[in-house]
């Protein structure tokens, strides 16, 4: 049998014979067809920088040289052989690349904006029947890690940054309680608020008692009702533990220094406020970072576009990946890339060749990506896996399960480093239909989930 099954293909087989029915039915069932699985366990976090739109792969990582490639982008030799790099775009990374590995056999499964970024939050498919039930994969990572929280612990497990733009919008926490629901910082405005001047703090202890004692009979209602009442208290809760917080001041901010060497932009200054929550060590487990306006339709070499977005990420990752790698958090022998797991990538590609004819733009593709990996485990300096000479198929997939890489290997890779099992399923939902952390149904097809060992060498 082939690796996987479309849907139709599935229907054809089985075509209403009771004996071929009952042959596929452990197919469906991913708790009968998995074998036990040993999560990896190499990463503490795990940091995912969204690149919001679309990166154009065939401009960058995975880069295509043809009539269309500007000359200044200045394309040469990397430190990974055979690896061709745009200088003038990622400067600052490549000097960092000895430190990431490059997957250039993924596909998305979807070309639609809101559709393929809810897939890379959720991991799993739009249902539109299903869509505020399916929590994102940071919230079930809150859930699976909540028993490894500290007193300590006054960080919200799941922080989110500048997810201001998406399409799909930031994806709140399902059907998990809102404790899980990620927490979201726009470093585009002031952070002052989370860390509130000394001198009111009496102040702001009485009228949280106050608060407290006039919804006592609400905090103790299980009902279903009182859910959003729940949740909302939730999130009062985690905001006066982390207003609480000492350390809290300094975490959300970053000083004239780091601003200029992380570029001086807003995801420049995610990334500076990222590496130091992941260095508190004080509950942040999952880190959502968007960078927004990859989504170049129209005059993708214009100076304001590709360009300037490709210098501010160049700018904002190289800093933080070199942070990383020699930072450790408290009482760890290890250093934060070691521990943590970074995840670079848009929701799909953009379409490969000459560029579209009188807009000079790429549109959506979702046939071929690349991501940028690095840290939790992963072994630095590899490229896995291989586009044609436009970059507009998958030739050679780079891992054993011999096709293309998809959003649910990625999921199924963190759920593994972070040492959960990612075969697990939660019954008793609102709709009553299993929550699979890895869903057996991908969105055309049935495919074994399995993590991507061969990034850890």
């Excluded at 499964?109 to 939050?121: E, F, K, T």
């Excluded at 972070?418 to 075969?423: A, K, S, V």
Aim: hydrophobic share 40%; aromatic share 10%.
């Amino acid at each position: 049998m082939s690796e996987f099954l479309t849907r139709r293909e599935m229907f054809r087989l089985s075509g209403g014979l009771a004996m071929t029915a009952q042959w596929f039915l452990p197919l469906a069932n991913p708790q009968r067809v998995r074998a036990a699985v040993k999560p990896r366990g190499t990463a503490r976090h795990v940091m995912f920088v969204m690149l919001d739109g679309g990166q154009s792969h065939v401009d960058s990582w995975d880069l295509k040289e043809g009539a269309w490639t500007p000359l200044d982008f200045d394309i040469r030799d990397a430190k990974i052989p055979g690896v061709r790099w745009p200088m003038a775009l990622y400067p600052r990374l490549a000097a960092q690349l000895d430190k990431v590995t490059l997957v250039r056999s993924m596909e998305a499964w979807d070309s639609v904006h809101g559709r393929a970024q809810y897939y890379v939050q959720a991991g799993h498919a739009l249902n539109p029947a299903l869509q505020k039930e399916i929590p994102p994969v940071g919230s079930v990572v809150a859930m699976e890690l909540a028993a490894q929280r500290r007193e300590t612990d006054t960080l919200p497990p799941y922080v989110a940054l500048n997810v201001t733009q998406s399409q799909a919008g930031l994806l709140k926490s399902g059907f998990l309680p809102a404790a899980y629901s990620p927490f979201h910082i726009d470093t585009n405005t002031s952070l002052s608020a989370y860390s509130p001047d000394p001198s009111t703090k009496a102040d702001f202890e009485r009228r949280w008692e106050m608060l407290k004692s006039f919804d006592a009979r609400l905090r103790g209602d299980s009902s279903l009702q009182a859910k959003a009442y729940r949740d909302y208290h939730d999130h009062y809760e985690g905001a006066v533990r982390l207003m609480s917080d000492p350390r809290t001041g300094k975490l959300f901010e970053a000083t004239a220094e780091e601003k200029a060497r992380y570029g001086g932009t807003i995801t420049g200054d995610a990334c500076v406020i990222a590496r130091n929550l992941l260095e508190a060590d004080a509950g942040t487990r999952f880190v959502f970072l968007q960078s927004n306006g990859w989504d170049h339709h129209k005059d993708i070499y214009a100076p304001k576009n590709f360009y300037q977005l490709s210098r501010e990420l160049d700018n904002a990752l190289a800093p933080l990946i070199e942070d990383l790698a020699v930072r450790k958090r408290p009482g760890s022998s290890k250093t934060l890339l070691e521990e943590t797991m970074v995840i670079v990538m848009g929701e799909f590609g953009r379409t490969p060749g000459a560029l579209t004819s009188g807009l000079n733009g790429r549109d959506h593709y979702q046939y071929a990506m690349t991501a940028l990996m690095a840290g939790g485990g992963i072994k630095p300096g590899q490229v896995i896996g291989k586009t044609d000479a436009a970059g507009a198929r998958v030739v050679d997939s780079g891992w054993d399960l011999k096709r293309s890489i998809y959003m649910e290997d990625i999921v199924t890779t963190v759920y593994s480093a972070l040492g959960i099992d990612w075969t697990k399923k939660v019954s008793g939902t609102p709709s009553g239909r299993d929550f699979y952390f890895i869903e057996p149904f991908a969105a055309a097809r049935i495919q074994p989930s399995r993590e991507i060992g061969v990034l850890f060498g």
